[in-house]
Nanobody
Framework: QVQLAESGGGLVQAGGSLRLSCTAS????????MAWFRQAPGKQRELVAS???????NYANSVKGRFTISRDNARYTVYLEMNSLKPEDTAVYYC???????????????WGQGTQVTVSS
């Protein structure tokens, strides 16, 4: 089995910063794209940022210039550095990774349990 464990959420004032981490563990054969999604109350889950195993990144327009995604392939870990946070960034943030487990033939999506980020005005 494969698990994703997130950490780093919390409460911060507008303009502040937070750093999220997500580490994959278990029977990992190959770790491909890793990403962060978020879901605010009453809204659909949306992509925040993604990063390939080669380091190519993609960001939602709403976070460009404020958030930075990075990864440590040796540690199976992805990070999300969030700066200049706004109240509209308040959401549950979910880690996502496309992983081929050593126990399965095909790669598939795995999700973390989510971590709450709250930005006060």
């Amino acid at each position: 089995q494969v698990q994703l464990a997130e950490s780093g959420g919390g409460l911060v004032q507008a303009g502040g910063s937070l750093r999220l981490s997500c580490t994959a563990s278990g029977s990992i054969g190959s770790l491909n794209i890793m990403a962060w999604f978020r879901q605010a109350p009453g809204k659909q889950r949306e992509l925040v940022a993604s990063i390939t195993s080669g380091g190519i990144t993609n960001y939602a327009n709403s976070v460009k210039g404020r958030f930075t995604i990075s990864r440590d392939n040796a540690r199976y870990t992805v990070y999300l550095e969030m700066n200049s946070l706004k109240p509209e960034d308040t959401a549950v943030y979910y880690c996502n990774a496309f992983i081929r487990s050593t126990l399965e033939y095909r790669a598939r999506d795995y999700w973390g349990q989510g971590t709450q980020v709250t930005v006060s005005s």
